[in-house]
Protein backbone atom coordinates (compact mmCIF):
# COMPACT_ATOMS: atom_id res chain seq x y z
CA UNK A 1 0.00 0.00 0.00
CA UNK A 2 1.33 3.29 -0.86
CA UNK A 3 2.37 6.03 1.77
CA UNK A 4 0.91 9.80 1.14
CA UNK A 5 2.88 12.76 0.29
CA UNK A 6 2.08 14.92 2.73
CA UNK A 7 0.96 17.94 0.94
CA UNK A 8 3.72 21.40 0.64
CA UNK A 9 6.74 18.98 1.98
CA UNK A 10 8.53 19.78 -1.66
CA UNK A 11 7.88 23.11 -2.22
CA UNK A 12 9.57 23.41 1.35
CA UNK A 13 12.92 21.43 -0.05
CA UNK A 14 12.70 24.12 -3.11
CA UNK A 15 12.50 27.21 -0.80
CA UNK A 16 15.34 26.14 1.32
CA UNK A 17 17.44 25.50 -1.86
CA UNK A 18 16.56 29.03 -3.53
CA UNK A 19 17.69 30.53 -0.11
CA UNK A 20 20.98 28.84 0.19
CA UNK A 21 21.77 29.33 -3.73
CA UNK A 22 20.97 33.01 -2.69
CA UNK A 23 23.34 33.26 0.28
CA UNK A 24 25.89 31.77 -1.15
CA UNK A 25 25.93 34.33 -4.13
CA UNK A 26 25.50 37.09 -1.84
CA UNK A 27 28.38 36.28 0.14
CA UNK A 28 30.34 35.41 -3.10
CA UNK A 29 29.86 38.98 -4.36
CA UNK A 30 30.06 40.74 -1.16
CA UNK A 31 34.16 38.95 -1.21
CA UNK A 32 34.16 40.29 -4.44
CA UNK A 33 33.13 43.94 -3.47
CA UNK A 34 35.68 43.93 -1.05
CA UNK A 35 38.51 42.92 -2.63
CA UNK A 36 38.19 45.48 -5.23
CA UNK A 37 37.50 47.68 -2.85
CA UNK A 38 35.09 51.45 -3.70
CA UNK A 39 35.17 52.64 -7.08
CA UNK A 40 34.68 55.99 -7.86
CA UNK A 41 31.33 56.98 -10.17
CA UNK A 42 31.38 56.26 -13.59
CA UNK A 43 31.41 59.56 -15.39
CA UNK A 44 29.64 60.44 -18.49
CA UNK A 45 31.54 60.92 -21.69
CA UNK A 46 31.01 64.44 -23.39
CA UNK A 47 29.11 65.48 -26.07
CA UNK A 48 30.69 63.52 -29.21
CA UNK A 49 33.09 61.43 -27.84
CA UNK A 50 33.02 58.03 -27.55
CA UNK A 51 31.94 55.90 -24.56
CA UNK A 52 34.79 54.23 -22.64
CA UNK A 53 35.09 50.59 -22.84
CA UNK A 54 33.90 49.19 -19.61
CA UNK A 55 36.52 48.55 -16.44
CA UNK A 56 39.32 51.24 -18.71
CA UNK A 57 39.87 52.76 -15.54
CA UNK A 58 40.95 49.71 -14.05
CA UNK A 59 43.74 48.69 -17.15
CA UNK A 60 47.54 50.22 -17.04
CA UNK A 61 49.19 52.69 -19.33
CA UNK A 62 50.78 51.75 -22.09
CA UNK A 63 54.55 50.45 -21.13
CA UNK A 64 53.51 50.34 -17.63
CA UNK A 65 53.05 46.93 -15.82
CA UNK A 66 50.74 46.17 -13.07
CA UNK A 67 51.18 47.07 -9.27
CA UNK A 68 54.02 49.86 -10.66
CA UNK A 69 53.96 52.72 -8.98
CA UNK A 70 52.32 56.11 -10.81
CA UNK A 71 54.79 58.10 -9.03
CA UNK A 72 56.51 60.18 -11.40
CA UNK A 73 60.54 60.23 -10.68
CA UNK A 74 62.53 63.10 -11.95
CA UNK A 75 66.42 61.63 -11.27
CA UNK A 76 69.07 64.69 -10.75
CA UNK A 77 71.33 63.39 -12.96
CA UNK A 78 69.09 63.29 -15.97
CA UNK A 79 69.20 66.72 -17.24
CA UNK A 80 65.60 66.39 -17.37
CA UNK A 81 62.69 68.39 -15.60
CA UNK A 82 59.49 66.89 -14.79
CA UNK A 83 56.71 67.87 -16.75
CA UNK A 84 54.15 70.26 -16.01
CA UNK A 85 51.63 68.50 -14.27
CA UNK A 86 53.40 65.67 -13.03
CA UNK A 87 54.46 66.66 -9.36
CA UNK A 88 51.90 65.45 -6.89
CA UNK A 89 53.07 68.21 -4.47
CA UNK A 90 50.89 71.71 -4.19
CA UNK A 91 54.32 73.19 -5.23
CA UNK A 92 55.96 73.14 -9.03
CA UNK A 93 59.20 72.05 -9.39
CA UNK A 94 61.85 75.19 -9.40
CA UNK A 95 61.51 76.22 -13.72
CA UNK A 96 59.16 73.83 -14.38
CA UNK A 97 55.89 75.98 -15.03
CA UNK A 98 56.51 79.36 -16.02
CA UNK A 99 54.46 81.01 -17.99
CA UNK A 100 54.53 82.40 -21.53
CA UNK A 101 55.82 85.96 -21.49
CA UNK A 102 57.39 85.85 -17.74
CA UNK A 103 60.68 85.96 -16.32
CA UNK A 104 61.66 82.55 -14.83
CA UNK A 105 62.56 82.74 -10.99
CA UNK A 106 65.78 80.99 -10.25
CA UNK A 107 65.84 77.82 -8.30
CA UNK A 108 68.66 75.74 -6.99
CA UNK A 109 70.57 73.97 -9.69
CA UNK A 110 72.09 70.79 -9.41
CA UNK A 111 73.90 70.15 -13.01
CA UNK A 112 74.27 72.16 -15.80
CA UNK A 113 71.98 71.97 -19.14
CA UNK A 114 73.94 69.77 -21.75
CA UNK A 115 73.41 70.67 -25.12
CA UNK A 116 72.11 68.43 -27.86
CA UNK A 117 74.71 65.44 -29.70
CA UNK A 118 76.33 67.54 -32.84
CA UNK A 119 75.47 64.41 -34.94
CA UNK A 120 73.69 61.75 -35.14
CA UNK A 121 76.72 59.55 -34.95
CA UNK A 122 77.54 61.15 -31.25
CA UNK A 123 81.21 60.40 -32.16
CA UNK A 124 84.16 62.22 -30.79
CA UNK A 125 84.82 63.69 -34.22
CA UNK A 126 81.58 65.29 -34.43
CA UNK A 127 81.62 66.73 -31.06
CA UNK A 128 85.49 67.25 -31.18
CA UNK A 129 84.75 69.72 -34.36
CA UNK A 130 81.76 71.74 -33.30
CA UNK A 131 83.91 72.40 -29.48
CA UNK A 132 87.06 73.61 -31.72
CA UNK A 133 85.54 75.49 -34.02
CA UNK A 134 83.53 77.23 -31.22
CA UNK A 135 86.35 78.32 -29.16
CA UNK A 136 88.21 79.68 -32.37
CA UNK A 137 85.38 81.79 -33.30
CA UNK A 138 85.07 85.20 -32.00
CA UNK A 139 81.78 86.71 -30.78
CA UNK A 140 82.33 90.14 -29.94
CA UNK A 141 85.58 92.28 -31.38
CA UNK A 142 87.35 94.48 -28.84
CA UNK A 143 89.17 97.03 -30.16
CA UNK A 144 91.35 98.20 -27.11
CA UNK A 145 92.78 94.25 -25.62
CA UNK A 146 96.17 94.95 -25.36
CA UNK A 147 97.88 95.30 -21.65
CA UNK A 148 100.94 96.27 -22.78
CA UNK A 149 100.82 99.52 -21.34
CA UNK A 150 99.64 97.91 -17.60
CA UNK A 151 102.88 96.06 -17.80
CA UNK A 152 105.45 98.04 -15.03
CA UNK A 153 108.36 95.14 -15.22
CA UNK A 154 110.61 94.82 -18.31
CA UNK A 155 110.70 91.04 -18.48
CA UNK A 156 109.01 89.67 -21.82
CA UNK A 157 105.42 88.82 -21.60
CA UNK A 158 105.12 84.81 -21.12
CA UNK A 159 101.54 84.07 -21.59
CA UNK A 160 98.89 86.68 -23.04
CA UNK A 161 95.73 87.66 -20.49
CA UNK A 162 94.52 90.07 -22.25
CA UNK A 163 91.43 92.61 -20.51
CA UNK A 164 88.91 94.26 -23.28
CA UNK A 165 89.37 98.01 -22.80
CA UNK A 166 86.49 99.12 -24.51
CA UNK A 167 84.49 102.34 -23.42
CA UNK A 168 81.19 100.83 -23.34
CA UNK A 169 82.30 97.58 -20.58
CA UNK A 170 83.32 100.05 -18.06
CA UNK A 171 86.55 98.47 -17.01
CA UNK A 172 88.96 100.92 -18.32
CA UNK A 173 86.57 103.61 -16.25
CA UNK A 174 87.13 101.26 -13.32
CA UNK A 175 91.39 101.12 -13.92
CA UNK A 176 91.22 105.39 -14.18
CA UNK A 177 89.17 105.58 -10.85
CA UNK A 178 91.16 103.26 -8.75
CA UNK A 179 88.41 100.77 -8.59
CA UNK A 180 88.83 97.93 -10.31
CA UNK A 181 88.77 94.75 -8.43
CA UNK A 182 90.96 91.47 -9.98
CA UNK A 183 90.51 88.07 -8.79
CA UNK A 184 94.16 85.18 -9.75
CA UNK A 185 93.26 81.70 -9.11
CA UNK A 186 96.63 79.69 -9.74
CA UNK A 187 98.07 76.83 -8.93
CA UNK A 188 101.95 77.49 -8.32
CA UNK A 189 102.29 79.79 -10.98
CA UNK A 190 105.62 82.23 -10.72
CA UNK A 191 104.13 84.22 -13.76
CA UNK A 192 102.32 87.41 -11.97
CA UNK A 193 103.32 90.09 -14.55
CA UNK A 194 99.65 90.60 -15.66
CA UNK A 195 98.75 90.46 -11.56
CA UNK A 196 101.42 93.06 -11.09
CA UNK A 197 100.87 95.15 -13.93
CA UNK A 198 96.72 95.23 -12.66
CA UNK A 199 97.85 96.02 -9.32
CA UNK A 200 100.13 99.23 -10.19
CA UNK A 201 97.29 100.87 -12.27
CA UNK A 202 95.32 101.34 -9.22
CA UNK A 203 93.32 97.56 -9.48
CA UNK A 204 92.54 95.60 -5.45
CA UNK A 205 94.08 92.32 -6.60
CA UNK A 206 93.46 89.06 -5.08
CA UNK A 207 96.07 86.23 -6.26
CA UNK A 208 94.71 82.72 -4.68
CA UNK A 209 97.51 80.22 -4.78
CA UNK A 210 97.73 77.67 -1.91
CA UNK A 211 101.68 77.34 -2.43
CA UNK A 212 101.79 81.00 -0.89
CA UNK A 213 103.58 80.54 2.73
CA UNK A 214 101.73 82.71 4.67
CA UNK A 215 97.92 82.58 4.94
CA UNK A 216 97.65 86.48 3.75
CA UNK A 217 100.35 87.92 2.05
CA UNK A 218 100.73 92.16 1.29
CA UNK A 219 103.11 92.13 -1.82
CA UNK A 220 102.58 96.04 -2.77
CA UNK A 221 100.03 98.34 -1.82
CA UNK A 222 96.73 96.87 -3.85
CA UNK A 223 98.31 93.14 -4.67
CA UNK A 224 97.32 90.60 -2.02
CA UNK A 225 98.54 86.83 -2.03
CA UNK A 226 96.66 84.31 0.14
CA UNK A 227 97.16 80.92 0.90
CA UNK A 228 93.73 80.11 -0.25
CA UNK A 229 92.89 77.33 -3.04
CA UNK A 230 89.43 77.69 -5.25
CA UNK A 231 87.67 74.44 -5.27
CA UNK A 232 84.06 73.45 -7.03
CA UNK A 233 82.74 71.84 -3.48
CA UNK A 234 82.47 72.30 -0.17
CA UNK A 235 85.54 70.59 2.19
CA UNK A 236 84.08 67.52 3.92
CA UNK A 237 82.54 68.74 7.26
CA UNK A 238 84.89 66.70 9.64
CA UNK A 239 87.84 67.96 8.06
CA UNK A 240 86.63 71.69 8.47
CA UNK A 241 85.91 70.69 12.07
CA UNK A 242 89.92 69.53 12.35
CA UNK A 243 90.94 72.80 9.85
CA UNK A 244 89.31 75.55 10.93
CA UNK A 245 91.56 77.83 8.65
CA UNK A 246 92.07 75.59 5.82
CA UNK A 247 92.82 76.24 2.28
CA UNK A 248 90.18 75.27 0.10
CA UNK A 249 87.08 77.25 -0.13
CA UNK A 250 84.68 77.42 -2.77
CA UNK A 251 84.69 81.05 -4.72
CA UNK A 252 81.24 81.76 -3.56
CA UNK A 253 82.62 81.44 0.11
CA UNK A 254 85.60 83.40 -0.63
CA UNK A 255 83.26 86.36 -1.52
CA UNK A 256 81.65 86.28 1.10
CA UNK A 257 84.31 85.85 4.31
CA UNK A 258 86.11 88.91 2.36
CA UNK A 259 82.79 91.03 1.80
CA UNK A 260 82.40 90.82 -1.92
CA UNK A 261 79.41 89.19 -2.13
CA UNK A 262 76.38 91.29 -2.97
CA UNK A 263 74.78 90.80 0.32
CA UNK A 264 77.50 92.41 1.90
CA UNK A 265 78.16 95.53 -0.66
CA UNK A 266 76.93 98.01 1.93
CA UNK A 267 80.16 97.07 4.31
CA UNK A 268 84.00 97.38 4.35
CA UNK A 269 86.06 94.78 5.33
CA UNK A 270 89.68 93.79 6.93
CA UNK A 271 91.71 90.70 5.77
CA UNK A 272 92.79 88.78 8.37
CA UNK A 273 96.27 89.44 8.15
CA UNK A 274 97.80 89.88 11.31
CA UNK A 275 101.09 92.01 10.18
CA UNK A 276 99.53 94.81 8.92
CA UNK A 277 95.84 94.69 8.24
CA UNK A 278 94.04 96.41 5.31
CA UNK A 279 90.43 97.71 4.89
CA UNK A 280 89.42 97.96 1.55
CA UNK A 281 85.32 99.75 0.01
CA UNK A 282 83.57 96.83 -0.49
CA UNK A 283 81.79 96.11 -3.48
CA UNK A 284 79.38 93.39 -5.13
CA UNK A 285 81.88 93.22 -7.95
CA UNK A 286 84.72 91.36 -9.68
CA UNK A 287 85.78 93.08 -12.62
CA UNK A 288 88.23 90.49 -13.62
CA UNK A 289 88.55 86.72 -12.90
CA UNK A 290 91.80 85.27 -14.33
CA UNK A 291 92.37 81.12 -13.83
CA UNK A 292 95.40 79.04 -14.22
CA UNK A 293 93.89 76.05 -12.36
CA UNK A 294 95.64 72.94 -14.22
CA UNK A 295 92.86 70.88 -15.56
CA UNK A 296 90.52 71.94 -12.82
CA UNK A 297 89.04 74.95 -14.60
CA UNK A 298 86.37 72.91 -15.98
CA UNK A 299 84.82 71.93 -12.23
CA UNK A 300 85.21 75.55 -11.24
CA UNK A 301 83.19 76.73 -13.60
CA UNK A 302 80.41 74.53 -13.57
CA UNK A 303 80.21 75.75 -10.39
CA UNK A 304 80.07 79.11 -10.75
CA UNK A 305 77.16 78.36 -13.05
CA UNK A 306 74.77 76.87 -10.78
CA UNK A 307 75.65 78.94 -7.87
CA UNK A 308 74.97 82.17 -10.28
CA UNK A 309 78.17 83.75 -9.40
CA UNK A 310 78.94 84.72 -13.04
CA UNK A 311 76.17 87.99 -12.65
CA UNK A 312 78.82 89.22 -10.32
CA UNK A 313 81.62 89.16 -12.49
CA UNK A 314 83.13 91.27 -15.55
CA UNK A 315 85.34 89.25 -16.99
CA UNK A 316 86.61 86.03 -17.22
CA UNK A 317 90.07 84.97 -18.55
CA UNK A 318 90.62 81.07 -18.49
CA UNK A 319 93.09 79.10 -19.28
CA UNK A 320 91.61 75.54 -20.74
CA UNK A 321 93.40 72.16 -20.80
CA UNK A 322 92.01 69.87 -23.53
CA UNK A 323 94.49 66.53 -23.04
CA UNK A 324 92.43 65.01 -20.35
CA UNK A 325 88.76 64.96 -19.24
CA UNK A 326 90.16 67.12 -15.98
CA UNK A 327 89.28 66.22 -12.66
CA UNK A 328 86.18 64.83 -11.62
CA UNK A 329 85.00 64.61 -15.52
CA UNK A 330 84.42 61.02 -16.85
CA UNK A 331 82.45 59.59 -19.34
CA UNK A 332 83.26 58.81 -23.15
CA UNK A 333 85.37 60.84 -24.85
CA UNK A 334 82.61 62.10 -26.96
CA UNK A 335 80.25 62.91 -23.65
CA UNK A 336 82.94 64.75 -22.23
CA UNK A 337 83.74 67.04 -25.52
CA UNK A 338 79.54 67.89 -25.24
CA UNK A 339 80.40 68.50 -21.18
CA UNK A 340 82.95 71.29 -21.75
CA UNK A 341 80.82 72.77 -25.19
CA UNK A 342 77.53 72.62 -22.91
CA UNK A 343 79.45 74.70 -20.14
CA UNK A 344 81.01 77.83 -22.79
CA UNK A 345 77.27 77.94 -23.98
CA UNK A 346 75.91 78.38 -20.67
CA UNK A 347 78.35 81.31 -20.05
CA UNK A 348 76.70 82.46 -23.71
CA UNK A 349 73.03 82.16 -22.06
CA UNK A 350 74.08 84.60 -19.51
CA UNK A 351 75.22 87.30 -21.72
CA UNK A 352 78.71 86.34 -21.81
CA UNK A 353 81.05 86.56 -25.39
CA UNK A 354 84.29 85.55 -26.52
CA UNK A 355 86.43 88.21 -27.24
CA UNK A 356 90.06 86.58 -27.12
CA UNK A 357 91.19 83.37 -27.98
CA UNK A 358 94.71 82.00 -28.00
CA UNK A 359 96.17 78.34 -29.02
CA UNK A 360 99.38 77.61 -27.08
CA UNK A 361 101.53 75.78 -29.78
CA UNK A 362 104.25 75.56 -27.01
CA UNK A 363 102.10 72.54 -25.42
CA UNK A 364 101.83 69.43 -26.81
CA UNK A 365 99.55 69.04 -29.54
CA UNK A 366 96.89 66.59 -28.11
CA UNK A 367 93.29 66.21 -27.74
CA UNK A 368 92.08 63.64 -24.94
CA UNK A 369 95.34 62.03 -25.20
CA UNK A 370 95.38 61.73 -29.04
CA UNK A 371 96.76 63.99 -31.70
CA UNK A 372 93.95 64.54 -33.80
CA UNK A 373 92.24 67.38 -35.06
CA UNK A 374 95.87 69.82 -35.29
CA UNK A 375 94.12 71.01 -31.53
CA UNK A 376 96.69 72.69 -28.57
CA UNK A 377 96.18 70.50 -25.33
CA UNK A 378 96.19 74.22 -23.91
CA UNK A 379 93.89 77.68 -25.23
CA UNK A 380 93.84 81.01 -23.31
CA UNK A 381 90.15 81.89 -24.24
CA UNK A 382 88.37 85.83 -22.61
CA UNK A 383 84.77 86.61 -22.23
CA UNK A 384 83.24 89.96 -21.26
CA UNK A 385 79.55 90.10 -19.69
CA UNK A 386 77.78 92.31 -22.48
CA UNK A 387 75.56 93.67 -19.07
CA UNK A 388 78.29 94.93 -17.24
CA UNK A 389 78.48 98.98 -17.10
Partial sequence: ???????????????????????????????????????PPALSPPPGQAPRPPGSHLQPAPGQLRGASRRQVTYVRSGRRAPAGGSRSGTPEPG?????????????????????????????DEEALRFLRYISTIQIECDHMSTD??????????????????????????????????YSLG?????????????????????FDPSVKSAHVLESERLWFHRLSIDWRDPHPAVAAQKPYG????????????????EHASRSYVVP?????????????????????????????????????????????FEIHLHWPGFEVSGSDSSVVRFWYSLLKELELQDFRLFHSYKDLSKPQLFLKKDIFNASSCYTLGWVNTRWK
Avoid: Y
Fill in 187 to 207: LGSDDTHFEVGMASNGCEVHR
Fill in 247 to 262: NTRKLGAILNEFGHHK
Fill in 149 to 182: SLATDSSPTKKPWPVCLDDRFGLVHQIRDKQCRL
Fill in 273 to 317: DKRKPRFWPAADKIDVLKADLESAEWKVLENLILEDVLEQIGQLI
Fill in 96 to 124: CCALRGRPRLKGPRWQIDLQPWAGPARSL
Fill in 1 to 39: MARERLPGRGCCALRRCLLAAALLLGLRLCAELQRAGPQ
